[in-house]
């Protein structure tokens, strides 16, 4: 069982930046592939990058590639997306979420554990 707490999230001017935090507490932690989703009111849960167990292979929605990184500390139980160059559209709330599946998939319904979200919002 994984428990994950979302924290870093805030309000930034468009250009701007932030980054997230997702602690996990639970023995399994560092056995669980790991990805972060957004939602923003009125849209679906989306995926936005993942990163696998041994932090070996990272993933990306094509909306943040090259602004957003995904890493992870397995020592300290937390993964880390670094969002740079916030644009108005990469406001909702942000969500981590454990796999305990072979793979990173981008699928919610396919992830076993949430944070309770932190909320982004970036102003134009």
């Known amino acids: 069982q994984v428990q994950l707490v979302e924290s870093g999230g805030g309000l930034v001017q468009a250009g701007g930046s932030l980054r997230l935090s997702c602690a996990a507490s639970?023995?399994?932690?560092?056995?669980?592939?790991m990805g972060w989703f957004r939602q923003a009111p009125g849209k679906e849960r989306e995926f936005v990058a993942g990163?696998?167990?041994?932090?070996?292979?990272?993933y990306y929605v094509d909306s943040v590639k090259g602004r957003f990184t995904i890493s992870r500390d397995n020592a300290k139980n937390t993964v880390y997306p670094q969002m740079n160059s916030l644009k108005p559209e990469d406001t909702a709330v942000y969500y981590c979420?454990?796999?305990?599946?072979?793979?990173?998939?981008?699928?919610?319904?396919?992830?076993?554990?949430w944070g309770q979200g932190t909320q982004v919002t970036v102003s134009s």
């Open positions: 990163i696998t167990w041994n932090g070996g292979n990272t």
């Open positions: 979420a454990g796999r305990n599946g072979l793979l990173v998939t981008i699928n919610p319904n396919e992830y076993d554990y």
């Open positions: 639970g023995r399994t932690f560092s056995s669980t592939n």
